[in-house]
């Protein structure tokens, strides 16, 4: 009964559904998916089969390692201290396998996918799905002559994109983190969502929102022999630059043109925006800052510039990116708005690498918006409110 | 170095890559994923972490789980006899956990997300990305009375949709399988290539493909006490039916709508197909055949009639849904199209109640289209193939 056995394990799951105290099944399990579990207060109760198992290690990227707890019936369970608001990536680690959990939705992160939960934060929607008027979320392919290859990207359509065949729009491209890709910032990100209820209330432009994919290669560029160097080392240093070289390429000479062309854009530089978070707060610095003939809007979420995330370099910001931020009046002139945002409780040398940004761009007199996320780390709550707090202020 | 950290690991792999013999990493892993590897014969190489599981099995849905073997690194591997061409689902089973594979892209199947590999098809590329123009594959979310819930479908428009704004386009609604969703006719069975290869070589009009999900509940409904209840059960089957019959609403009332209200659509009889695979081509069979004033295509793959599907009732032709097979002359004048597939190494139960259902249509005079996919089990190169097959017999 294979073909219709599907449809009844899934009838089974969703009607043999128990709710315990004010645990629920989280909103990111897959249908019927019973764990995790999140409660009232953020905490997770995490329940896995493996029965032959001699350890079974809950993994949340946010925290450290932890034991979970063999059950009788073959189950292993934990349930945390109550987490943050926000999505929460995590792992299970299975005797020393480290696997996601098949109750819950995979998310493309750390360069896999990954298990998440998302715990609820009381009293705010704005990332939700509401019943105001919804963009479409479009899958694109494009040939990069930079890379040699197809290229993956999503693209937000505003809701009356398609009502208003006369109308042109602006452009913000957002990109993902490190070890994440183009699909994180629908998936993990809702930011068609938060995007749906900004235009509904009227709190933000109709925009196009282009998602990229942050990882480029030029065609026949020679793979960096990189076993056995030190992280950091010049070969290290040699193999990223020549990565985001090539992905500020792909985006300058290949994306952009394929939107222009495919979409209903206003083509200027007043009209285009960049934002990014973690790494792709990096690309998006160095790709506005090489190319402000093309951008005039940049938004670095929980990432800064490029040399200074190395950690080992003085950062002198009226020397970087050719003296971009030496003179105050020109660069103001130019870029009408330059966003930093960062969680406060983020890891020390993000958080201080970014005040520390933040501070010197106040010391050399350059215009800019500054945005601590209370409560929330490297993570996609920080992310979120980023965003809704950054796409507002754009093509203003 | 968090931030950067996954460019690096991304690097890493990417650039460590070494390949022995003819085994390749396959299409299917996630970037940079050495493994499963896949050679030129379709023999599968899967390799794991797991340094302190004490059995690790591997487990290809298309056969019986074998056991992998232990390697002196931490590693446990195994190595397939030669698998058929297209898409295999598979988890790995470590000390009684049923995961996936890391090192593989997943994809939703079983009513959970699983790792699959494709294997190439030598001298075959209908289903790959070509050098053609490509159509875009829409997400909508849809506010569906039925279910009392927002629903979530994909929509692929065809490349000229937007070139052409005076153009209205047939539409073939198209449904994935028991255990998977929305996404499995993108992500697994890669319909929007498939379709923008067939358009682009004029084997096939242009037309929109909707993609739904094909589960569902009314709003408000109980959910039936299933547990303790024998598969097959009269408490089972009510559940199907209903879900069956909601899904039914939800399209015929609410996604059908929302279609034609949103896509330049031609929203008549004879510009609307469904077609679906397994449990999905039951709902084809079910809601198209109740629904004659809103359909005149329908294909069936791997999927018969409902009642068949039970396999304790013989099949009456002439008698199921209210005798719409008794008449093939009314029948042919309102079914334009009507078309059945099964691949020949399917489960015999599916193979001889398709092959059934073929001859009981002959025997009752009813014109149709009968294609068997040669050494193909009920996995995607089978309705891949369906697809190929079936789409460019549409709206002629």
Redesign the interface.
Known sequence: ?????????????????QESADFRPATTN????QYPRVDGAGRVEVR?????????RLNFWSGPKVDMVKQED?FWAFTTDPLAPGLHYYT?I???????D??S??F?G????ASAVEVPEPGVDFYD?R?VP?G??????Y?SKITGT?RHALVYLPPAY?EQ?QTRYPVLYLQH????DETGW?RQGRA?FILDNLIAAGDCRPMIVVMAYG?A?RAGAE?????GRP??SPV?RK??QD?MTAFEADMTEALIPFIDA?YRTVPDRDHRAMAGL??G??QTFQITLNNLDLFSHIGGF??GLGRM???DQELDIRTVYDGVFADPAAFAKKVHLLWLGIGTDE?AR?LEGIRGLHASLIDAGIEHVYYESPGTD?EWQTWRRDLKDFAPRLFR
């Open positions: 009964m294979k073909p219709l056995g599907w449809a009844f394990l899934f009838l089974a799951s969703v009607c043999s559904a897959v249908w019927g998916g896995i089969k493996a029965p032959e198992a001699s350890t079974v073959g299970l299975i005797d020393g396998a480290d696997v996601s098949p109750g939705q995979h493309f750390g360069g896999r996918y799905i019943s919804h479409q979320v479009r899958e694109v392919w040939d197809w398609e065949p983190g490190g070890g994440e629908i068609n990882y290669r793979s960096p022999d990189l076993s992280f950091g290290w193999a990223l990565m495919t973690s790494m707060g990096m929980s990432g995330m190395f950690g890891p993000m490297h």
